[in-house]
């Protein structure tokens, strides 16, 4: 308290009542100030100096509450200390001082009679935190000391820029984790399995790696270049598009980011095997399939392609052939009736590819070949294979 007056400097006592002060301290000739000792009531404050003793003022002493701890948020922090919290209750308005067990608070500011903040010291296990007032110590509130995270390992360590895929994290100390992060963004969710496991579901990001971290009330750890966002497949064309029944043939898929191709289907069948050529290119052998287009698509660890069509074609059939036989020397046109004739590519006639015309897929108009008189084979080729061949007869000229 300060005194206030005239004729101070020489002050040898300050008395409240009888009783003199804790201390004091004469700070000019017209102000002193004073520390004042226990009492209760009210008294009379003097000053004594060799001048004689100065008329008293009133000063009453009122009981200070006993301080009353509610809340304390967070109830947890790092052992290596430093965790600011919040102490709510009643009567902290005169805190001298703050305890984490037996040790004193790194550093506190009374905000109001019902609020305090605080610095966490460097501590272990669960202690009791107490505030002291003139009013005495309060009740205690628990404070736990968690350990620093660990984190050791990434599982799987890519997964699509999308998101949403499960991921598994391990390590040490993780109960009662508040956070995880991939780069600077929140997991969609996770959840803390053990005190070493956690699954969390991979945020959306954007292609490369990201670091991941683990938050508790211990403190946080952070795996570097931990996870790598990996874009989608993206397919543009197959080639060829069409092929046979049986399968077996290669077809090259064309796109971007195949380079981390997991899977080629057509349809819902893998392909027999593939190559990756490179991120643009991937070599794949066609599995058997049925009649019709199927969806050929890519997977990877960034997720599944969009689709691109390959057609299965039957062999084609050759019913008929109109005329059955004509001159050894050739020059005119045969026709040939049956059924998948529409993709034909080649003619054999007689082992030796000939020129064609397709009229429809049921009709292929032939140049007949020259050759030696008697029969010959004709067969048609096409994407879905080659057909039974048929009989042509080659007939020689007539001599008189």
């Known amino acids: 308290m300060t005194l206030t007056g005239t004729g101070l400097s020489g002050a040898t006592a300050v008395r409240f009542g009888s009783t003199p002060a804790a201390s004091f301290t004469v700070v000019s000739d017209t102000q002193i100030s004073a520390v004042a000792p226990a009492g209760t009531g009210t008294v009379q404050v003097t000053v004594v100096t060799p001048g004689g003793t100065s008329n008293g003022v009133t000063f009453t002493y009122v009981a200070a509450p006993v301080p009353s701890l509610s809340s304390i948020t967070p109830n947890s922090g790092a052992t290596t200390g430093g965790t600011a919290v919040t102490l709510?209750?009643?009567?902290?308005?005169?805190?001298?001082?703050?305890?984490f067990g037996s040790t004193p608070a790194t550093s506190f500011t009374v905000v109001s009679d019902t609020q305090i903040t605080a610095v966490a010291p460097p501590g272990t296990g669960t202690v009791q935190v107490t505030v002291t007032t003139p009013g005495g110590t309060s009740n205690g509130l628990s404070f736990t000391y968690a350990a620093t995270p660990t984190l050791i390992s990434v599982?799987?360590?890519?997964?699509?820029?999308a998101g949403g895929n499960t991921v598994t994290l391990t390590g040490t100390n993780f109960t009662s984790a508040s956070s995880v992060t991939f780069g600077?963004?929140?997991?969609?969710?996770f959840t803390v399995v053990s005190s070493t496991r956690i699954d969390a579901v991979a945020p959306p990001g954007t292609a490369g790696a990201v670091a991941v971290t683990v938050t508790t009330p211990g403190g946080s750890s952070t795996l570097p270049s931990a996870y790598f966002y990996v874009s989608a497949p993206l397919l543009t064309a197959v080639t060829p598009a069409v092929g046979p029944l049986a399968g077996g043939n290669t077809v090259t898929l064309s796109g971007s980011h195949l380079i981390e191709a997991t899977a080629v289907r057509f349809g819902s069948t893998p392909a027999v095997s593939f190559s990756v050529v490179s991120d643009a290119q991937i070599n794949a052998v066609v599995p058997a399939g049925v009649v019709g287009p199927v969806n050929v698509t890519v997977t990877s660890a960034g997720g599944t392609s969009n689709p691109v069509s390959y057609t299965y074609l039957a062999a084609p059939v050759v019913?008929?052939?109109?005329p059955t036989q004509g001159p050894a020397a050739g020059g005119n046109t045969v026709t040939l009736t049956g059924t998948g004739l529409g993709p034909t590519t080649q003619v054999l006639f007689g082992g030796t590819p000939t020129s064609f015309t397709v009229v429809s897929d049921t009709h292929v108009v032939v140049d007949a070949l020259s050759g030696a008189p008697g029969p010959v084979n004709i067969s048609?080729?096409?994407p879905g294979g080659t057909s039974t061949p048929v009989v042509y007869t080659r007939v020689g000229s007539p001599n008189v």
């Not at 709510?88 to 305890?99: H, I, P």
């Not at 019913?319 to 109109?322: C, H, K, Q, T």
């Open 88 to 99: 709510t209750g009643t009567g902290l308005s005169g805190a001298t001082a703050v305890r």
């Open 155 to 161: 599982s799987p360590t890519q997964g699509p820029t």
């Open 184 to 189: 600077a963004t929140p997991a969609l969710s």
């Open 319 to 322: 019913i008929a052939i109109s």
């Open 380 to 382: 048609v080729v096409t």
